[in-house]
């Protein structure tokens, strides 16, 4: 084989990791001047900023009025167990989960809280479940957009208007690059860090109607720790929701969340977030089609994520490998582009199948990811090179 030279253009930004994710365009640390540093999270200044956060959420995702949101501890992490925690047990529960993150929902409900009646539906990598199997009468809990295999729910339009348990959603990388629709949900969870480009540690939880009821109505028969507990003596912790977290939240990270919502109500709000990342996939997609020694891990069109782009090598000589040489592969493909300079962090998870995992969300630039795709064929050609070399 012939090696390419390498492309005459880098990406600008090289930062494609799923999360961390990359900062928004022309971001600096000048955009935090502003943040409540030393002062108290329970001063007015620091309810104020957090107040903040919370109405520039509901305004860019479109959020109802009558839907609570918080900013909680340890990330979507943190949101989704206060959820699970907190809410389940007063009926029987489906869980739903076609990736490692919502097979680690399973195993918690299932090892961790040990409810006695929980059906479980998995599908594997590159695949969803059929929700036609669901029972909605029951709770439900899944994830919007399977961060890990690339794979999502094409819309809501699977759950029942008159359902009557709750839908719990870890929707962590599809808030602000999916249209979630909330008329559907009654508990979504992420956290800023993703399509934002948020630092880490902080998470979201949005409460519907229905879900504060369930809090206000239902007591757990298990303990809960303190940062996990949003109502008291029957009634709704109304605090959480307007400012006054549960712990001591980092206010730098809260200015640089403000920040980024700032900048997406700059650009054209939810729409234009939403078609930034499309844009991106896009181009993902374009060369998948054209190059076909690339596919998407997610089998069906409509099922693939706009944001954590989930990438397999299907080359026969490289798929002739056993499974440790693919990944092997996989892995100097990644190292490649690193060394390079053009793209860091874009290895599969390492629960998930050998390849790669570029993050399209809306904070990366178009031009960066059409900037990366020759890219990705040299460094591919690089690899089989040094196969043939092994070989000779």
Same mark, same amino acid.
């Given at each position: 084989?012939?090696?390419?030279? #390498?492309?005459?253009? @880098?990406?600008?930004?090289?930062?494609?990791?799923?999360?961390?994710?990359?900062? @928004?365009?022309?971001?600096?640390?000048?955009?935090?001047?502003?943040?409540?540093?030393?002062?108290?999270?329970?001063?007015?200044?620091?309810?104020?900023?957090?107040?903040?956060?919370?109405?520039?959420?509901?305004?860019?995702?479109?959020?109802?009025?009558?839907? @609570?949101?918080?900013?909680?501890?340890?990330?979507?992490?943190?949101?989704?167990?206060?959820?699970?925690?907190?809410?389940?047990?007063?009926?029987?529960?489906?869980?739903?989960?076609?990736?490692?993150?919502?097979?680690?929902?399973?195993?918690?409900?299932?090892?961790?809280l040990k409810l006695a009646d929980v059906r479980k539906f998995t599908a594997d990598y590159g695949k969803i479940v059929d929700f036609a199997q669901v029972d909605f009468n029951r709770d439900v809990v899944f994830t919007w957009n399977g961060t890990t295999?690339?794979?999502?729910?094409?819309?809501?339009?699977?759950?029942?208007?008159?359902?009557?348990?709750?839908?719990?959603?870890?929707?962590?990388?599809?808030?602000?690059?999916?249209?979630?629709?909330?008329?559907?949900?009654?508990?979504?969870?992420?956290?800023?860090?993703?399509?934002?480009?948020?630092?880490?540690?902080?998470?979201?939880?949005?409460?519907?109607? @229905?879900?504060?009821?369930?809090?206000?109505?239902?007591?757990?028969?298990?303990?809960?720790?303190?940062?996990?507990?949003?109502?008291?003596?029957?009634?709704?912790?109304?605090?959480?929701?307007?400012?006054?977290?549960?712990?001591?939240?980092?206010?730098?990270?809260?200015?640089?969340?403000?920040?980024?919502?700032?900048? #997406?109500?700059?650009?054209?709000?939810?729409?234009?977030?939403?078609?930034?990342?499309?844009?991106?996939?896009?181009?993902?997609?374009?060369?998948?089609?054209?190059?076909?020694?690339?596919?998407?891990?997610?089998?069906?069109?409509?099922?693939?994520?706009?944001?954590?782009?989930?990438?397999?090598?299907?080359?026969?000589?490289?798929?002739?490998?056993?499974?440790?040489?693919?990944?092997?592969?996989?892995?100097?493909?990644?190292?490649?582009?690193?060394?390079?300079?053009?793209?860091?962090?874009?290895?599969?998870?390492?629960?998930?199948?050998?390849?790669?995992r570029i993050w399209c969300g809306a904070t990366i630039e178009t031009s960066d990811v059409e900037a990366l795709a020759p890219w990705l064929t040299y460094a591919f050609e690089k690899q089989k090179a040094g196969l043939a070399a092994k070989a000779a």
């Amino acid at each position: 084989m012939v090696e390419n030279a #390498a492309p005459a253009v @880098r990406p600008a930004n090289s930062h494609f990791s799923s999360g961390p994710c990359s900062k @928004r365009p022309n971001w600096s640390l000048a955009a935090l001047q502003d943040a409540a540093l030393g002062r108290s999270h329970r001063s007015k200044l620091g309810k104020n900023k957090l107040k903040q956060a919370i109405d520039l959420t509901r305004e860019v995702l479109a959020v109802p009025a009558d839907y @609570r949101i918080g900013i909680v501890p340890a990330s979507d992490t943190g949101a989704v167990e206060m959820a699970l925690w907190s809410l389940l047990g007063a009926r029987g529960v489906d869980m739903v989960a076609w990736e490692s993150f919502g097979s680690g929902w399973v195993s918690d409900v299932v090892k961790e809280l040990k409810l006695a009646d929980v059906r479980k539906f998995t599908a594997d990598y590159g695949k969803i479940v059929d929700f036609a199997q669901v029972d909605f009468n029951r709770d439900v809990v899944f994830t919007w957009n399977g961060t890990t295999s690339g794979v999502r729910v094409a819309n809501a339009d699977f759950i029942p208007a008159d359902r009557e348990g709750l839908t719990i959603c870890d929707a962590t990388s599809a808030a602000f690059a999916q249209n979630l629709d909330f008329a559907k949900l009654d508990v979504v969870t992420f956290s800023w860090q993703k399509v934002l480009g948020g630092e880490g540690a902080h998470g979201v939880i949005i409460l519907s109607p @229905r879900a504060v009821a369930r809090l206000e109505s239902y007591e757990p028969a298990w303990p809960l720790p303190k940062i996990f507990r949003m109502s008291k003596g029957g009634k709704l912790i109304e605090g959480i929701f307007q400012g006054e977290t549960i712990n001591t939240p980092s206010m730098l990270c809260v200015e640089d969340y403000i920040d980024a919502l700032l900048w #997406a109500k700059e650009i054209g709000g939810l729409g234009a977030l939403m078609a930034r990342a499309d844009a991106n996939a896009k181009v993902l997609f374009d060369f998948c089609d054209k190059n076909p020694w690339l596919a998407n891990l997610a089998e069906k069109a409509e099922t693939r994520s706009n944001t954590s782009v989930c990438l397999k090598i299907v080359d026969p000589e490289v798929l002739a490998l056993d499974a440790a040489g693919q990944a092997d592969f996989a892995k100097g493909v990644a190292a490649t582009l690193e060394k390079e300079g053009v793209a860091v962090d874009i290895g599969a998870y390492r629960d998930a199948p050998s390849g790669l995992r570029i993050w399209c969300g809306a904070t990366i630039e178009t031009s960066d990811v059409e900037a990366l795709a020759p890219w990705l064929t040299y460094a591919f050609e690089k690899q089989k090179a040094g196969l043939a070399a092994k070989a000779a």
